[in-house]
């Protein structure tokens, strides 16, 4: 990563998905990549082609120390996809719970009723095993 950064290579690129290096790095579970690409001016804002910001993609793939980094440095937990699901409905829908309740923690709106899911307790309790012990 450094050596590209120090030849010219754009941060922001982006793949034919919308994906740039920091939302593959959080994809990937690579904290210190992250770190470094946000240090040398990578956007936490940034949305791919489905409107998902890095943290939204680190929550999906269940890496709690990435999510807690990525929500310090200011990532919205309440940002909708195209899918009108937020962090919390990722991390939710793909049987992340570690993730489910740092986000939580962090200030994730359970009872967030714009999002395609209703109802925060339909989120957490939508039939997955174990998932109740979140509320």
């Known amino acids: 990563c450094e050596l590209l950064i120090e030849k010219g290579a754009e941060i922001e690129a982006s793949n034919k998905d ?7 790095a ?4 690579h904290k210190e990549v992250c770190e470094f690409l946000i ?16 943290l939204m993609i680190a929550a999906k793939h269940g890496h709690k120390e990435v999510c807690e980094f990525l929500i310090e440095m200011g990532a919205e937990l309440e940002l909708l996809n195209k899918d009108g699901e937020n962090s919390l409905m990722l991390a939710k829908k793909n049987e992340h ?12 709106e359970v009872d967030n009723r714009e999002g395609s899911w209703g109802s925060g307790v339909a989120l957490i309790s939508g039939g997955y095993e174990g998932n109740c012990g979140l509320l």
């Open 18 to 24: 919308g994906e740039n290096s920091l939302m593959i």
């Open 26 to 29: 959080a994809k990937h579970g």
């Open 39 to 54: 240090e040398m001016g990578a956007k936490v804002e940034s949305l791919n082609k489905n409107r998902e910001n890095s």
């Open 97 to 108: 719970k570690e993730v489910c309740e740092l986000l939580i923690e962090m200030g994730a």
